[in-house]
């Protein structure tokens, strides 16, 4: 039985995962915040994929979380800061056999929103693809990537999984999903932060070799320290990859500081710096990084949690 993917989160990846499920002719309904905000979508028309240059509208149903209908499946989108109050909006109308896609930044907000839902089965996600917003509900496919999926308490893949296919999302079940998450945080953490305090794009900083090569090798210890030595594996060579194929795009946090918006910081580097800091292992470079970084936001007016 096909079942109805419910969205929340209407940014870059949760529009464009609305978008590719309602092409592919699955059904779609997405979650936003109010009546004001459902309104708004109303007037649009829907939902709005630019790819190649190619605009095409997807009037995708759209509800609030008020709303009485049953979740099955519930793809959680929005900002890691966000992720724990989702849920919790969202508990009463999930049913017995409930699942969960966690699709957040960073780590933390997973554990948090599954504490909420002890009896919802959640399944982490980890994406590599490239999109961002040119106008309110459109988004623009960026860069092709990848998403893993994956369940630490359990590795059977979901029945679900299989409609995916006929979606273009490129996609993987993994029965290492954690790996996959820590190591997206660690090239997060060598990367975005820098990009904000030298505000430069991603390739600006080719010109701190010396900066990144010591982030890595401390980020390189903390992965070993957390029993994660796979995602530690040739870490700089990565971030360095990374940077030279992202060199003209700006990275998420440079776009939230740029825009006045709250960042994920808690759950990038402060996320990191706690983790050293509970197992009581000395980070200094990171632990100093994550203080210019928190002086920097304090100066614009934008939140440090």
Same mark, same amino acid.
């Given at each position: 039985?096909?079942? %109805?993917?419910?969205?929340?989160?209407?940014?870059?990846?949760?529009?464009?995962?609305?978008?590719?499920?309602?092409?592919?002719?699955?059904?779609?309904?997405?979650?936003?915040?109010?009546?004001?905000?459902?309104?708004?979508?109303?007037?649009?028309?829907?939902?709005?994929?630019?790819?190649?240059?190619?605009?095409?509208?997807?009037?995708?149903?759209?509800? %609030?979380?008020?709303?009485? %209908?049953?979740?099955?499946?519930?793809?959680?989108?929005?900002?890691?800061?966000?992720?724990?109050?989702?849920?919790?909006?969202?508990?009463?109308?999930?049913?017995?056999?409930?699942?969960?896609?966690?699709?957040?930044?960073?780590?933390?907000?997973?554990?948090?929103?599954?504490?909420?839902?002890?009896?919802?089965?959640?399944?982490?996600?980890?994406?590599?693809?490239?999109?961002?917003?040119?106008?309110?509900?459109?988004?623009?496919?960026?860069?092709?990537?990848? %998403?893993?999926?994956?369940?630490?308490?359990?590795?059977?893949?979901?029945?679900?999984?299989?409609?995916?296919?006929?979606?273009?999302?490129?996609?993987?079940?993994? $029965?290492?999903?954690?790996?996959?998450?820590?190591?997206?945080?660690?090239?997060?953490?060598?990367?975005?932060?820098?990009?904000?305090?030298?505000?430069?794009?991603?390739?600006?900083?080719?010109?701190?070799?010396?900066?990144?090569?010591?982030?890595?090798?401390?980020?390189?210890?903390?992965?070993?320290?957390?029993?994660? $030595?796979?995602?530690?594996?040739?870490?700089?060579?990565?971030?360095?990859?990374?940077?030279?194929?992202?060199?003209?795009?700006?990275?998420?946090?440079?776009?939230?500081?740029?825009?006045?918006?709250?960042?994920?910081?808690?759950?990038?580097?402060?996320?990191?710096?706690?983790?050293?800091?509970?197992?009581?292992?000395?980070?200094?470079?990171?632990?100093?990084?994550?203080?210019?970084?928190?002086?920097?936001?304090?100066?614009?007016?934008? $939140?440090?949690?």
């Amino acid at each position: 039985m096909t079942m %109805t993917w419910h969205v929340l989160g209407a940014g870059s990846l949760g529009s464009l995962w609305a978008a590719r499920l309602a092409r592919a002719g699955l059904p779609v309904r997405l979650l936003l915040r109010d009546r004001a905000r459902l309104a708004t979508y109303r007037a649009a028309g829907g939902l709005t994929l630019v790819e190649h240059g190619q605009s095409s509208l997807y009037p995708i149903a759209a509800q %609030t979380p008020a709303d009485s %209908t049953p979740i099955r499946l519930l793809l959680l989108a929005c900002k890691a800061y966000d992720a724990e109050a989702a849920v919790a909006s969202l508990a009463h109308r999930l049913t017995a056999d409930a699942e969960l896609i966690l699709l957040q930044n960073g780590m933390g907000s997973q554990d948090a929103a599954a504490a909420r839902l002890p009896r919802t089965r959640c399944i982490l996600a980890s994406s590599t693809e490239g999109a961002f917003r040119d106008g309110d509900f459109r988004v623009v496919f960026a860069g092709h990537g990848y %998403t893993w999926l994956g369940d630490p308490l359990d590795p059977t893949p979901p029945t679900w999984l299989e409609q995916l296919g006929s979606t273009g999302i490129p996609h993987q079940w993994t $029965p290492d999903i954690l790996t996959r998450l820590w190591r997206k945080l660690a090239l997060n953490c060598a990367i975005n932060p820098l990009t904000v305090l030298y505000d430069c794009r991603n390739g600006g900083l080719l010109e701190h070799p010396a900066e990144v090569a010591t982030l890595c090798a401390e980020l390189g210890e903390l992965l070993s320290l957390c029993g994660q $030595p796979a995602a530690a594996e040739q870490l700089e060579e990565e971030v360095e990859r990374v940077i030279k194929a992202t060199a003209a795009n700006y990275s998420s946090m440079h776009q939230d500081v740029a825009q006045g918006r709250r960042t994920e910081i808690s759950f990038l580097l402060g996320h990191a710096c706690a983790v050293a800091h509970r197992h009581q292992h000395e980070l200094p470079h990171l632990n100093a990084l994550h203080g210019r970084l928190v002086s920097h936001l304090n100066a614009r007016g934008l $939140p440090t949690q």
